[in-house]
């Protein structure tokens, strides 16, 4: 147990000193900019500071006065402290990395008001000052013996940043022909279009002509660059871009439209591989270290222990297109351990015995797995021996249609995460999102899309 004990006025003498030494991260930054609200690009902006006057990510200059506070704080004289006065001289830069020495000593004494002046210093590992000034205080009078704070853990979580990558990844890839089926809605529409203007895709809007343009007049959106081929009706507009898959002039299809058991439907058998299809989210779950994917929460509802198999390979795939590339996969229960009442317990251990045989290649398996324990390192460590996903999990295959659909929209919904979906193991990747989903979720799964299209032809050049 760690206590914080201050020093009295009577206990401290002229010369007395005190310091503490902390390293600069880019973590000190964020959590400084937060606080203060201070998002000056020469701290946060790496290109940006490239051409400033120091040519390097700086500290906020603050940053430094509030490691002297702290030593006052905590240390000389430490808790009672009542601050009154401090001068800063700001003399270097501190970048990241740098190993910063915080030292106070104390000046003078006035026993009359129980002040103290102390000169106050942030050194660097070269002894030269970066900061130097003076720090007008009242001293406590009591004695303070107290069991140190323990603060809470504060997760980092630049949202965006997962998304800005995934999206930088597919525009350096070579652009998709897609056909979107019948987009008259303004979500639907904006989202294809949004994905050219992207630079991800080349459209080819399938629906009634009249109505797509009528959408487009209503939201304003220009449609130059696509076109536009007439179809009377949902269905004829899945016919329609099945063919165009046949004859090689798509690359992927967009749902617009039309209902997910409509569209597969539609597109089997003439599109179907020897994998059954599935969905998987992609999420950008705050506070998770990195894209975590959720499969299967939209397409089979009750899948059998084959199908299960192929919504993993098809995860996997989804994964290694993200440049994954070990997958670690925690298939879900509600139990860890194998069940016999609970077929979930019994598939989970089916499917790793499965991996164990190279019937399932390419990832890392493990189950039956609780949610909280594929997901947290705090959980996982309660459970010694599983070593290789729990905690780290990259895939989670739910046990059925509900369990995945619930796991995702909470994420969504309760954590802030970003979603796209996209439908797994047809000749082409689909992208499928659901009803509430943004722009921005279509055009992240027009990226997906992009990624995996992009898969399957290197597939094919080895």
Known sequence: MQYIENRTFDEISVGDTAEMVRVLTA?????????SGDVNPAHLDAEFARDDIFHKV????MWGGALISAVLGTQLPGPGTIYLNQSLSFRRPVGLGDRIRVVVTVLEKDGETSRIKLGCACLNDEDKAVIKGEAEVIAPSKKIRRQRAH?????????????????????????IRIAVICPTTPRSLNGAMDAFRQGLTLPTLIGPEEDIRDVADEIGVDLTGATIVNAA?????????????AAGEVDALDEGTARIRALVKGITPALSTAVSMSHAFALDVPGYPKPLIV???????????????????????????????????????AFEEITPTVSATLDAAALCKMAQRGQISGGVLDGPMAFDTAISKTVAKAFPGRPDVAGEADILVAPGLEAGNVIA???????????????????VPVIVNGRADSTRSKVGAAALAVLLRQQQRQSLVS
């Open 295 to 333: 499969t299967d929460g939209l397409l089979n509802t009750k899948p059998t222990l084959e199908t299960k198999r192929d919504i993993i390979e098809n995860a996997l795939t989804l994964a290694r297109a993200l440049n994954v590339e070990t997958p670690k996969v925690a298939i879900l229960s």
């Open 27 to 35: 973590r000190d930054i964020d959590l400084f900019a937060i606080m």
């Open 409 to 427: 929209k909470q994420l969504m919904h309760f954590a802030g995460a970003e979603i796209a979906g996209v439908l797994l193991g047809a000749r």
């Open 58 to 61: 700086i500290a906020h200059g």
């Open 233 to 245: 009706s949902v269905k004829d507009a899945i016919q329609r871009a099945v063919e165009m898959v």
């Open 151 to 175: 603060l809470p853990d504060v997760h980092l979580h630049h949202h965006g940043a997962a998304y800005s990558s995934l999206l930088a990844a597919a525009q350096a890839a070579s652009t």
